[in-house]
C-alpha cells in the first residue's frame, strides 16, 4: 500500500482511472484522464512501487535533464485528487500503464487505494480499434453489471467474452468489493489507430460531461481532433483503396445510426426520457 500525501477530505469521491497499453487504443484512455489533470489542477498524492508490477526491459525508465542533472523517471501508477471540479464530488484520478506482472496484487493495492480515499464510484476509461469512420462520431460504449448502475447511467451489461486487461481485472475487484463500477470504452478506427487519437479523448470526456452532467473545458483537446480528422481525411484520400474503405465504414455507420435500425437505440433514448421525467423504468428484457 502506498503512503498517500495530505489532502483535504474528500467529499464522496468518484475515482477515474486508465491505463496505458492494450487497454487503451491510441491513447486516448490515458490522453483523456491526463487532460482531467491538467484542466482540473488534480493534486499528486501517491503512486505504486513500480518495482512490483514492471518489467523495465518493456517499460523502461527515462532520462531527462533538469538544471544540468540527470533525473530518471519510472514507469507507474499516478494517484491524484482534485476539488476544484464541476462534479457533485471530488475526484481521484489515476493514471497508470497496466502492470508486466501480479495483476491481481496489482488491482487490489489500487483498490485498497480506492478504500482508503471512500471512493464511491470507479469509473474507468478504455479504448479499442475498430471498423469505424473518423469522418463520423466517436462512438462510446457503457457498461456495468450492476443492475442499479444500468437504470441510473443507461450503462448496458457487457456481453464481451474474450482476453481482458487490467481494466476488467481492476473492475471486477471494485464490484465484489462494493464499489459502484462503471466502464467506458471508446471506438479508434483500426485504420488511424496510432497515437495520438484525440477525437477519441474527447468522445470520452464527453461521454463524463453527460453521464456526471458537468462541464469539462476541452477547447485544446478539440482543436487537437479537428486537426487529427483533417490529418487523416489527408492520408485517405490520397489512397483509392483507403478512400474506398472509409465511403463503406460511412455507410454501415450511417445505417446503423437510422432509429428504424436499432430497437436497442430506440430503447435507450425512452429510458432516457423516463429518467428525466423522474419516473421508474427497467431495462429491456
Known amino acids: 500500500m502506498p503512503d498517500l500525501r495530505s489532502h483535504p477530505p474528500l467529499r464522496e469521491p468518484v475515482l477515474i482511472a486508465a491505463f496505458e497499453g492494450w487497454n487503451d487504443a491510441g491513447e486516448a484512455a490515458s490522453g483523456a484522464v491526463a487532460h482531467l489533470v491538467r484542466v482540473w489542477d488534480a493534486d499528486p498524492i501517491g503512486q505504486l512501487d513500480p518495482e512490483d508490477y514492471y518489467d523495465f526491459q518493456v517499460n523502461r525508465p527515462k532520462v531527462t535533464i533538469e538544471d544540468g542533472r540527470r533525473r530518471i523517471t519510472w514507469p507507474t501508477t499516478r494517484i491524484s485528487v482534485s476539488t476544484t471540479t464541476s462534479f457533485a464530488s471530488d475526484v481521484v484520478l489515476v493514471e497508470g500503464i497496466e502492470p508486466s506482472t501480479r495483476w491481481r496484487a496489482y488491482a487490489a493495492e489500487l483498490l485498497e487505494v480506492a478504500q ?170
Not at 471512500?118 to 478504455?126: A, E, F, N
Not at 467474452?161 to 464490484?175: L, R, S
Request: net charge negative; with cysteine.
Open 116 to 285: 482508503r480515499l471512500d471512493v464511491r464510484m470507479v469509473v474507468l476509461l478504455g479504448a479499442f480499434l475498430a471498423d469505424v469512420p473518423h469522418t463520423r462520431p466517436i462512438p462510446v460504449n457503457l457498461s456495468s453489471d450492476d443492475r442499479g448502475m444500468q437504470q441510473r447511467f443507461g450503462a448496458r451489461a457487457s456481453d464481451y467474452e474474450g482476453p481482458t486487461g487490467i481494466v476488467g481485472v481492476f473492475a471486477e475487484q471494485a464490484a465484489r468489493a462494493g464499489i459502484d463500477t462503471l466502464a467506458c470504452w471508446a471506438a479508434v478506427p483500426h485504420y488511424a489507430g496510432g497515437p495520438p487519437s484525440p477525437k477519441a479523448a474527447l468522445a470520452l470526456l464527453a461521454r463524463l460531461e453527460s453521464v456526471f452532467d458537468v462541464s469539462i473545458p476541452t477547447r485544446d483537446v478539440a482543436e487537437e481532433a479537428t486537426s487529427w480528422e483533417h490529418t487523416v481525411d489527408e492520408l485517405a484520400e490520397s489512397d483509392d483503396e483507403v478512400s474506398d474503405y472509409v465511403a463503406s465504414l460511412e455507410e454501415a455507420s450511417d445505417t446503423a445510426e437510422l432509429p428504424e435500425a436499432s430497437g436497442d437505440a430506440i430503447a435507450l433514448e425512452f429510458e432516457r426520457y423516463l429518467r428525466g421525467r423522474g419516473e421508474e423504468t427497467q431495462p429491456p428484457g
